[in-house]
């Protein structure tokens, strides 16, 4: 059956490849904070594991959203595991032997390249004149952008962050 949406085959067709794009770096964010709720040590033990999984609560929940727009637009959503690793642009550590910092460090690095996506994503869409993709991506760049600030947080020290607060001159003036 033919989808009547307001954009051409190809316009829906290119978005859809961006979402399934999308879909395969979500999926790699899961797994990977999946892998680090099940290996994290040390004296946050307790708390990153429970931290972790209530984020890759989250995502699962991020992943649905994505691939259900896929399929909202008449594209196909991208499931299979295999076409997902191969199609995803992003990687990080495995979680065995890693330090809670450094688990926290690859997550935060995931979180920030798939804002820099979603951002480029979001205004590909716009040009292709899917405004509904456009909104979509907007809210999940929030929820990004979000995380990966309380992921920041969690890794700077008082003097890191007493050195941001700072204005650009008064730092030019301490090197």
Do not use: C
Not at 11 to 34: F, H, K, P, S
Not at 123 to 146: M, Q
Request: hydrophobic share 40%; charged share 25%.
């Amino acid at each position: 059956m033919k989808t009547l949406l307001g954009l051409t085959d190809e316009a829906r067709l290119e978005v859809g490849q961006i979402l399934n794009l999308l879909l395969a770096d979500e999926y790699v964010l899961y797994v990977t904070t999946r892998d680090y709720h099940w290996n994290v040590t040390g004296p946050e033990f307790s708390s990153l594991h429970l931290q972790f999984e209530a984020q890759y609560e989250k995502i699962a929940g991020w992943i649905d959203q994505v691939a259900e727009r896929a399929r909202a637009i008449g594209v196909g959503a991208r499931g299979n595991l295999a076409e997902l690793t191969k199609a995803a642009r992003s990687f990080a550590d495995p979680g065995i032997g890693l330090s809670a910092d450094h688990m926290l460090s690859e997550l935060l690095a995931l979180h920030e390249d798939l804002v820099v996506q979603i951002r480029t994503d979001a205004g590909s869409a716009g040009r292709l004149g899917d405004i509904g993709t456009v909104d979509f991506l907007t809210g999940l760049l929030e929820e990004h952008e979000k995380t990966a600030w309380m992921l920041r947080a969690q890794l700077e020290t008082e003097e890191e962050e007493a050195e941001q607060d700072q204005p650009s001159e008064l730092m030019e003036a301490k090197s």
